[in-house]
């Protein structure tokens, strides 16, 4: 009951700190809430075992090195000085948000954080950066580019679906940086995505599954595993599902600026990606384990809103395309 309670204080604090990250008009307060929620988090990721110790503190350390980045930009920025700190500041909420060439740290923590908390990571501590690299009138194709190739190429040979969620993430944020230089619906592609990461790892918590050679061996329902294969071809980006009406909203803007090159790298990476959430979906609903076929066709009681939510969402993004 006392830890439930005191994971609930730090979850209120860490949605605290990016609230007042999202409100601030200064960069001291902007710094004050990254730090806030930086600071909530970590024992949320330190859960009384060795490997998420260690997590805690390599988080800590990148943190304050990124923040330390920030306020030597920032301190550049006041003074007027000839040295770029846009590109300092940016830099630093890349390092902030393990944005390519700067995840490997995130990939090496993912792995010894419970699901909930891998979730915050991986959208809620990304808003607030994401927020401040908008206000910056600077120019991010290298990290477009490398997180679009590190995002769809290193994610095929992953057998950790940790790892391989991690992965795509990293290939998202290069579409949310995309459209944060194109348009001002970042917001709402990153609430998207963070709803099809949520449908992923509640079921993947259900099935207690966590390495790819698990989906094959699993005995869940077929109602659990339709509602896989439905949320892997979302977030890989299947027509007509949410993931690939996002992404082509954005390829759209990008072309529409001419930006033909980095529509192009968008597009042959997005099929690299759709590559490995295929593998993930076909190996969870064809290679059925031993159990006999007619017992997993069983009322789909558990898990619907996935299903709905996937059908549902496909006409309110047809809407806002235009």
Not at 120 to 144: G, Q, R, V
Request: charged share 10%; hydrophobic share 55%.
């Amino acid at each position: 009951m006392v830890k439930n309670f005191n994971m609930m204080m730090f979850l209120y604090m860490t949605i605290m700190g990016t609230v007042l990250s999202l409100s601030a008009n200064n960069w001291l307060m902007i710094w004050t809430g990254l730090e806030i929620s930086m600071l909530s988090i970590m024992p949320m990721i330190s859960n009384n075992n060795f490997l998420s110790s260690e997590a805690s503190v390599k988080y800590f350390i990148i943190q304050s090195i990124s923040s330390s980045m920030m306020m030597l930009g920032v301190l550049l920025l006041l003074t007027n000085s000839k040295i770029e700190y846009q590109m300092i500041l940016t830099s630093s909420m890349m390092l902030k948000m393990g944005i390519a060439p700067f995840h490997n740290w995130i990939l090496e923590m993912i792995e010894s954080v419970d699901l909930m908390t891998m979730f915050l990571i991986l959208t809620l501590m990304k808003i607030a950066p994401l927020n401040m690299i908008s206000y910056l009138m600077f120019k991010n194709n290298l990290f477009i580019m490398l997180s679009l190739l590190v995002g769809s190429m290193f994610g095929l040979n992953q057998t950790s679906l940790r790892k391989m969620l991690c992965y795509s993430s990293i290939f998202n944020m290069s579409f949310i940086l995309a459209s944060i230089q194109t348009n001002s619906i970042w917001l709402f592609y990153m609430i998207m995505y963070s709803m099809m990461l949520i449908m992923i790892l509640v079921l993947l918590k259900k099935m207690k599954i966590n390495y790819l050679n698990q989906l094959s061996l699993n005995e869940s329902k077929m109602s659990l595993k339709m509602n896989v294969w439905l949320a892997m071809l979302s977030m890989g980006g299947m027509p007509p599902m949410i993931g690939f009406m996002l992404k082509m909203m954005i390829i759209q803007m990008m072309m529409t600026n001419k930006e033909f090159l980095m529509s192009m790298i968008m597009i042959m990476t997005s099929t690299l990606v759709m590559f490995y959430y295929l593998r993930m979906s076909f190996i969870s609903i064809m290679f059925s384990s031993s159990t006999m076929k007619w017992k997993m066709f069983n009322t789909m009681k558990s898990s619907n809103w996935i299903m709905v939510t996937n059908i549902t969402m496909m006409p309110l993004i047809l809407t806002l395309k235009t």
